[in-house]
Each structure stands twice: as C-alpha cells, then as structure tokens.
C-alpha cells in the first residue's frame, strides 16, 4: 500500500518506489531506502512528517503516494 | 605554504557554526559561478594560511540539486588540499552517508563530530577513535556551538593537508558488485586510478553528467558493463550501491554507538512539533508568530500601544535623524565653502538618496535578525511545509510563502529571501510576483489618492482593494507563469524538519549581517546612480539650468506620456510621477506635490498621511484613472534598490530584464482593465 495510507504512530516498511529516478535518488539520499522502517510521527493537510533513520522528514501527500510499503 | 581546507556535510548539521567558529567574522560571501548557490570563503582565525571553503550543505554527491553539484565539483576537480566533513551525531546513521560518498573520491579528509554534547545528554555514546581505525580516517569529537573540540579538529585537518594522506579505499561494496564497478573503471583508463574508480562508480549509479565525460570510443564498452553492473544488482544498480552502502554505514553504527538502550523516547522537538505542526493550531499560531515579527520592524503603535516605535521603528527613527544632522551639516559647508547652487542641489539631492537607504537599512537589520533567529531555530522549515498545501494550488511551494509575505514590508530583503527556495523555477517565479505585494513606500501613493479623489467613498476600502489587487494579480501571475513560461510539474515537497535549536546569538547576528551589508552596498550604488541622473534631468536641460516644468524630465514626460493615455492618464507629470517612482515609490507624491502647484514639504507630508488633498491632481485624474495609476504604481518595476536586488539575486541581467519585463506588461495590462472597467463603474 502507499505510505501515505499509514497513520500516525505506525511504523511501516518500505518495499518500492515510484516517479522518476531523480526522486528515487533524492529519497535514497535521505534514509528512504527498500527494506528501510519509518514511521509516521506527524500528519496535517500539507501531508506527514516520518522518522527515517533517526531524521524527522516532511513530505507531502503526493509524494507519500509515490513510496509504497508494507507491514 | 597555504593550504585549502573544504567543509561538507548534510543540511542542518552545523555546519555554518563551525565555519562561523573557525574563521571568526574574517569571511567573504559570493556566489557560485553561473548558479545562485552561496559561496564562502574565509581564513582560519589562528592560522592566514589554512584557507576555509564552506560547501553548500548537501545530502550526497549524485546530482539532485545545483548545491550538490557545486560541492561535488569543487571535491572532484578543483581537489581542496583536505575536506572536513562534519557529521551531526545525533543523525550519525544519515550523515555517514555523505560520508562513505566522500571518502569514495579519496580526498583526505577529516570526519568532525558534531553535537557530542547532544549525543551525551541523550545518554547515548559514539567511539571516535574505533569510528576512525575503521575508516582510516581521523575523526574528532566536536561541538560547535561552543567551540569544543576546535583545536583538535583544525590540527588534524591542517595535518592531513599537509601531508595530504588520502584514506584508504572503503570496503564498501560486496563482491559481485565491486567487481562490476572495477571492470567499468579498467575501461575507462588502465592502472589503479581514483578518479577512473569514482567515475565507475557514479557511472554505475547512471549519473548522467558523469555519462557525459565518457569519450565516445569507451560509450559503448561502458554501457555492456554499466548493464552488467545492473544484471548482477537485481536490475538496479543505483539501488544496490545506496543499499550496500546504507549496510556497510549500519555496521559501523553497530560497532563505533552506544544507544542509550531506553529506545525512543520523545524529545523536546517532538513535543513542539505536536503543537507546532498540528491540523489546527499550525496556522493560526504562524499568523501570531508573523504579526510578531512585523509589529517589531514596522510598527508605529508596537504592541497596540499608540505612538510606542516598535524596534525597527525607533532605530530608523534614530539613524534618520543622524543622516538628516550630518547630511546639514556637510550641505553647509558645501555651502560655506561659496559652491553654486547646482552644486548644492546636487549634494542634498544625493545625501536624500542615499538617506533613503540608510533610513530603512535599520527595518531589514531588525526583520532580518528575527527571521534569522527564526530560521537558525528551525521553525523556517515548518512553516514552509504547512504552508505547502495553500501554496500548491498556485504552482509554488509552501516556500515561497516567507518572500512574498515579506514583501509588504519592503521588496529587498523580501527578494533576498527568495534565496532560500530549493528549486530554480519556484526561485524565478517568487522573485517576479513578490514585488506584487504592495510594498510600505507604495502606501503614501494611495493615500495621497484616496484622500483627493475617493474622498467621499470608503477610503480605507480603496487601500484594502488595492493590496488585494496586488495579491490577486501576483496568484494569477503564478499560474500563468507556471503553466506558459515553465511547463514544468510542481515540484514536490520533502524537506527535513531539523531538531530545534535556540541559535547562539553570534551565529543570528552574522546571518543577519550577511544579508544587510550586501543590501547596503548594492542598493546604495544603485540608488546612489539613479539619484545623480533624476536629479540632473529634472533640473537641466540642453541650454543649463532650469526649472523642473522646462526639464528634460518634462521633455521625456511629454514625450512618453500618449503611452499611457489608453490608462486614462496622458499627463507629463503622471508620467513623470512613474519615473521618479522607480528611484523609491513614495517618491511620487512629492513629485506630484512639486508638479501640481508646487506645495510645501509640510504639505506633502500630510499629504502622504493621507490627511490633506492634493486637489490640483483632480484636473488631470478621474476615479478611474486614479485608480488605474495606483494599480500601474503598484505592479510595475519596483524601485531601482529592489531592481538592484533581483539582479544580485538572479545573478544575470537577462533573467532581470525579463522579471522587469514581465512586470511591465502585467501593470499596463491590469491599469487598462482598470481604466475600462472603472470608467463604466464610476
């Protein structure tokens, strides 16, 4: 499922991307890398802000649509 | 012998405190070749001949952004004598990751770890000196805030300059992928070379620049291995090395920290964010939070209290009044010493201009420390995110919300801010709708205005519409822009929220800083420029001397004036008004006191207040034309300091002239609407 279904407090892992190479690289560059746990720790109508590799991050809706994780 | 030593490291990890530690206030802020990416350089401050380059902050060396790619280069090709790359401890796991990239293109280096006194408090532990036996590398413990640790790190920097010990290969890759990547490195030049590895490398990571540097005749051998390279990855190699990297960075991790064991507990930022970024309350405490930040530099009646000079007030109130002292003063003695009186005019008429400055230079200064302070403390990336879902639905990100909102204060600093804005095509955009906002020199124009020809309407009303015109025409401007002169996707938005952080006086105080002497020195050339010439035109014509009506301002008024007659306003003195407007906008009403039956200062001033009339403008203005002029006032070039400081901000004349041009057209198009739709209304 997308990361941008998960809700606050739970933590997901990711299994794949989607969108362009350019972004896939800026999201490795980040700590978003398959295998990786993050977890939502903050949403609001701009989109959710995740804990990867013990950094907050903010991304937006769309975006969170792009990541797909599982359980 | 002088050395040069480079700092990298992520966004956020302190990078300028430590530049800021080591170089003292000896420092010079330029800009990157071709790009609008910062450069610093600086000298250490107990050593002149170890030269600091701080890099721009970055995540990786692939290229992403302009600010990776000018790190990268700078690294690769111009080979700083060592690099120190600082790595906040509290995110050590992320932070390596520029890291291992670096010691990939075997520059010497030293790791500086940062933010121990964090690292501690948390109760957790990293071991330097097993950090450094793994990766052959010194790495010393730091914080920068407080300048622990700066001695060490700057000695042992020097000492890997000098000597110019590269570290080891990093062990980094597994078998089958090293492999790969060597035999797309023997292809591009026989024998052990770093460069031909780095190359391998990024060449497998499908780095396209790097693509580009491959000689024809190696093109195709190249891309067989390259493919290979991603057979043996599981069909990905780019995500194979991230990957194996990220592994190898988790061993160390194992092997060189110490968690607390108490897992994750929520920190202070995690609270604040609650709060901070939450559903409801972000908003609303933002708007609270910029009221704030503008009633402390704009404010005549701070805090509600009448007549009480906010901060920013009551400093340009003091720098005004010493300007006006000493700029008597010197006229008199231009005067004693028996100069002509075109001399003198010429004196006070370039101490008005350049007084203009200084008398806002203490309003940037103050908005420029709070904003300062509210970026160093992390809030900034906070409020460009909730600010991301408004600001969507015009093309822009939630980003470009902290120049256009500046800009009804004052278009320069508000321009400088634009700074800040990640991608190029957001940065060009806001740079050309923020001085839509109308700025606080417009003001007097519209009182001036309401107070003659909108005497018997709501005048306040009038004010209000022609601020909102202004947001109005800079939204639409976005989208026009965005959809006929970009064509690109809205970007997205992904920004890391760093931990918050009380910014240490110093570090506020030289950000602040920074910003306010380039304003000074660059809008004052330029505003210094145009005030000789204005002043020449407006009292001279080809025979000498003369008054203003017989002037080659006048000339060129009546000679530009039937440009705007289809605006309602064919008068040369309006157009003169538009002129003189560019130099600063409130400038138009004491044109149009001097024009329009030669008032008396005291007059212009209530004029300006929008207490007295100016009735003579009646014979030449209608409402609509009026309106018309205030609107074409509002959205055309702003003044020349602002012009001055787009063109330092897009760092070519080409894109400058366009922003100008476009604005141009925007306020001839939107005056016209005016002049039509309003000679129907009123």
Known sequence: MPLAMAIEGETRTITDFKGQEELKRHLQDLGFIKGERVRVVGENASGMILMVKGVKVALNRGLAHKIIVAD | MSVIIALAGNPNCGKTTLFNEITGSRQHVGNWPGVTVEKKEGVYKKDKEVLIMDLPGTYSLSPYSAEEIVARDYIVKEKPDAVINIVDGTSIERNLYLTVQIMETRIPMVVAMNMMDEVESRGD?????????????????????????????????????????????????????????????????????????????????????????????????????????????????????????????????KECVKKSGRGHVETKSDKLDKILTNRILALPIFAGIMYLLFACTFSENFLFVPELPSPGVWLAGIVEEAWGFAAESLIGAVEAAGASEWAVGLVSSCLDGIGAVFGFLPLVLVLFLLMSFLEDSGYMARVAFVMDRIFRHFGLSGRSFIPMLMGFGCSVPALMASRTLESDKDRKITMMITPFMSCGAKLPIYAMFAATLFADSNQTMIVFSIYMLGIVVAVLSALILNKFAFKSETSNFIMELPQYRIPTLKSVAIHAWEKVKGFAVKAGTVIFASTVLIWFLSNFNFSGMCHMEDSLLAAIGNGIKWIFAPLGFADWRASVGVVTGWIAKENIVATFGQLFGNVSEETVEAVMAGEEALPAIKEVFSKASAYAYMAFNLLCMPCFAAVGAMKREYGSWKWTLRAVGFQMVTAYVVALLVNIVGSMVF
Do not use: H
Not at chain 2, 194 to 223: M, Q, R
Not at chain 2, 233 to 252: F, P
């Open chain 2, 125 to 253: 532990a990293i071991d330097c000196n097993r950090l450094s036996q793994i990766l052959g590398v010194p790495v010393v413990p730091i914080v920068a805030r407080t300048g622990k640790g700066m001695k060490e790190l700057m000695e042992a920097a020097v000492s890997v300059a000098k000597s110019g010990k590269k570290p080891e290969k990093p062990d980094i890759f597994g078998r089958e992928l090293a492999d790969a990547i060597q035999a797309v490195a023997d292809v591009l030049g026989e024998g052990e070379s770093d460069e031909n590895n780095w190359k391998a490398i990024k060449l497998a990571e499908n780095d396209e620049i790097i693509g580009e540097t491959v000689p024809s005749d190696k093109k195709g051998a190249v891309k067989t291995l390259v493919d290979a390279a991603n057979k043996v990855s599981g069909g990905d190699a780019e995500a194979r090395i991230a990957d194996e990297r990220y592994q190898y960075i988790g061993k160390l991790v």
